[in-house]
């Protein structure tokens, strides 16, 4: 059986890598002349890593009576705000701007019209820290030169195709072994292999949640982001003849 095992293993990872209109082209043919009896097998493979980047949505809020006054005031802490993040050695590239806003304030009156008594404007960046461990205090110095709203982390992984390969490698090695199981119970043994199909694979994540508003008076402490581990998983089709 372990022999049966490491066999189907390079047969699976051959199959996997073949194109799409080979592998219909396989599944048409061997359809046709299946003698045997088929067995389908859904599998998972699972890997860990610690993630390596962090996504941070840092905003600016501004409120004033005029919308030029808003306007002019968001722009001013928008920009000290990205300044900031440069100083800190931010590259570019992982700066971007995803929210920029204006709107009205009202006052309400029974039985009378809204009455506008300011305007607010707003923005927002989001930042990718490649470096998680220093982007607490980088978020602190944010903080102090105007930014109001800071909501994250989005933790991730900055290159996950090898961890996904990984995983692919584990489900179909699961899927090979439950295929062993299966026609050794039914007093069978595993032929060939049918067809492969991955299905989706997943990268979960934490919900970005609100971390810090606007800073307290007295500082305690820096704030800090911790990596933790995130799991990568991978889910294959396997059809096998069993014979």
């Known amino acids: 059986m372990a022999r049966m095992r490491t066999a189907l293993l390079p047969l699976c990872v051959a199959l996997l890598g073949a194109s799409p209109v080979l592998a ?24 860990s890593a610690v993630p390596d980047i962090a996504t941070v949505g840092a905003g600016v809020v ?30 570019d590239r992982d700066i971007q701007t995803t929210a920029i806003g ?7 009156a029974e039985n009378q019209p809204p009455a506008i008594t300011g305007y607010q404007a707003t923005s927002r960046v989001n930042v990718r820290f490649r470096d998680i461990k220093a982007a607490g205090p980088i978020l602190d110095s944010l903080v102090a030169v105007g930014a109001n709203q800071i909501d994250g ?3 991730s992984i900055d ?14 090695a699961t899927a090979a072994s439950r295929a062993t199981l299966y026609a050794h119970a039914a007093g069978l043994r595993v032929k ?3 067809s ?26 820096d704030s800090a982001i911790e990596a933790g581990e995130q799991k990568l998983a991978i889910s294959v ?3 096998f003849e069993l014979e």
């Open 62 to 91: 501004s409120q004033a009576p005029t919308a030029v006054a808003a306007m002019a005031d968001n722009a001013r802490r928008t920009a000290a705000t990205v300044a900031a993040l440069r100083k800190a050695g931010i590259a």
């Open 24 to 47: 219909q082209d396989a599944r048409s043919t061997v359809g046709a002349s299946l003698a045997g009896t088929r067995l389908d097998i859904f599998a998972t493979g699972e890997v």
């Open 153 to 155: 982390p989005n933790l």
């Open 196 to 221: 492969i199909s991955e299905g989706s694979y997943d990268i979960p994540g934490p919900r970005p949640m609100p971390m810090m508003m606007v800073r307290a008076q007295a500082k305690e402490a």
């Open 237 to 239: 089709s396997i059809s």
């Open 102 to 108: 204006l709107s009205p304030q009202y006052r309400y």
């Open 159 to 172: 290159k996950p195709e090898p961890l996904l390969d990984q995983a692919r490698q584990k489900a179909i």
């Open 192 to 194: 060939r292999i049918i």
